[in-house]
């Protein structure tokens, strides 16, 4: 659904999540795992978009913290 309705947004959060699954393999190499944890696009049934993920990523601050650096 959200493909068909905001076709644009879809590339723009794949391409934040290139970026951020880029980050995570250069501190965490060869854990594919946690890769696959992290990813803002869960792919193991049908691909959907993790809000949560999202939001933790877009964040500078979450529960007083700090967000992974931009």
Known sequence: MFRELLPRHIEIIYEINRWFLDQVRMRYPMDTS????????????????????????GSHKINGGFAPPH
Request: glycine letters at 0%.
């Open 34 to 57: 946690r890769v696959a944890a992290l990813s803002l696009i869960d792919e193991s049934d049908q691909k959907y978009v993790r809000m949560a993920n999202l939001a933790c990523v």
